[in-house]
């Protein structure tokens, strides 16, 4: 059974840090792009940052390009979102995504506060 659970999320005052992990099992992990994608109150899904392919090739949304950087650890299944200077556009439920091919799947998310 596929399973990605994310955690790490919270309440953080504004230039604040946050990490967030997804641990994945049921599937082939290193074989998969990983992604990080979020989504605000009222607003489309969006992506943050992936990693394009199984390999180390990656992708950030404008927005939080300089930021945010996403690794992954193939040894452990589980793929990583560091988060540095949160803004309160930051604010969002934040989604772990593995693809392979025609296959995808979606962790539950985890809510993200950028607050003071």
């Known amino acids: 059974q596929v399973q990605l659970v994310e955690s790490g999320g919270g309440l953080v005052q504004p230039g604040g840090s946050l990490r967030l992990s997804c641990a994945a099992s049921g599937f082939t992990f290193s074989s998969y792009a990983m992604s990080w994608y979020r989504q605000a109150p009222g607003k489309e899904r969006e992506l943050v940052a992936a990693?394009?392919?199984?390999?180390?090739?990656?992708v950030y949304g404008d927005s939080v390009k300089g930021r945010f950087t996403i690794s992954r650890d193939n040894a452990n299944n589980t793929v990583y979102l560091q988060m540095n200077s949160l803004k309160h556009e930051d604010t969002a439920v934040y989604y772990c995504?593995?693809?392979?091919?025609?296959?995808?799947?979606w962790g539950q998310g985890t809510q993200v506060t950028v607050s003071s």
């Open positions: 990693f394009t392919s199984a390999g180390g090739t990656t």
């Open positions: 995504n593995a693809a392979q091919g025609p296959y995808g799947y």
